[in-house]
């Protein structure tokens, strides 16, 4: 389970047939930050955008089930998808294809072979263009803030293993499932403790200070757990 802070990647669909093309294509999106889901069929695409949302459509033109600059322009005239930015992928020299695109409303255009730099550069700019900061975000902090190994009960904060006690995991885990959230001394002695009656509020207070030096040693420029007085504790992605 992993706690990203605040915003979420840029949802990115690409639609191509040419699986070399599709993973060099999708290893160099991911790698800036962006999520990254694929389609090989027209068909498949239709419904993944109907279903979920998109931050942007990267398209093939030649598709085994039709021709992507069709489904352009059907997005063109379906008022969701109206001003879905897309990028349009198309075979060395097919200067029809370029025209068209363009003409059907596509936001750019790149003719394979491409390098992957050049088109991450692209659906960048165009994210940027669309106002979608996530981009940006995901990019500058690639692993995500926490990171809960339940399984393991391990936690890390920016990549990097906290040291943490049994307590101090499940003190950190229960901040983390309810982040933003105050958690009651008493729900967090439940929590870490269950009914170990020699446990006191104290007891809460003293872990959570040690916990507190521990996020410190990996980032030191934030106070994660804030202290709301005489209700409890918060952690504040
Ligand atoms: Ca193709």
């Known amino acids: 389970m992993s706690f990203p802070a605040r915003t979420l990647p840029a949802r990115l669909l690409l639609l191509e047939d040419d699986p070399a093309i599709a993973r060099t294509v999708a290893y160099a999106l991911e790698r800036e930050g962006l999520a990254v889901a694929h389609s090989v069929l027209v068909h498949d695409a239709r419904e993944q955008l109907a279903h979920s949302s998109f931050d942007l459509l990267v398209l093939d033109v030649g598709l085994p089930d039709g021709s992507g600059l069709d489904l ?3 997005l063109r005239g379906t008022a969701t998808t109206a001003a879905l930015p897309v990028l349009v992928l198309s075979a060395h020299g097919e200067e029809i294809d370029r025209v068209l695109g363009l003409e059907l409303g596509a936001d750019d255009y790149l003719a394979k072979p491409f390098s992957p730099r050049e088109l991450a550069a692209r659906v960048k700019a165009l994210l940027r263009r669309a106002g979608t900061q996530a981009v940006a975000v995901a990019a500058a902090a690639p692993a995500p ?8 009960q391990r936690i890390s904060l920016r990549g990097q293993p906290l040291a943490l006690t049994r307590r101090e995991y499940r003190l950190l885990s229960c901040l983390l499932r309810g982040a933003g959230r105050i958690h009651s001394r008493d729900a967090l002695l439940n929590a870490a403790w269950g009914d170990d009656s020699e446990s006191t509020d104290r007891t809460v207070d003293t872990h959570i200070k040690t916990l507190r030096a521990k996020l410190r040693d990996v980032d030191a420029g934030r106070e994660y757990i804030s202290t709301h007085r005489g209700m409890g504790y918060c952690l504040d992605l």
């Open 72 to 74: 352009l322009r059907e």
């Open 145 to 152: 803030l926490f990171h809960v190994d339940e399984a393991g």
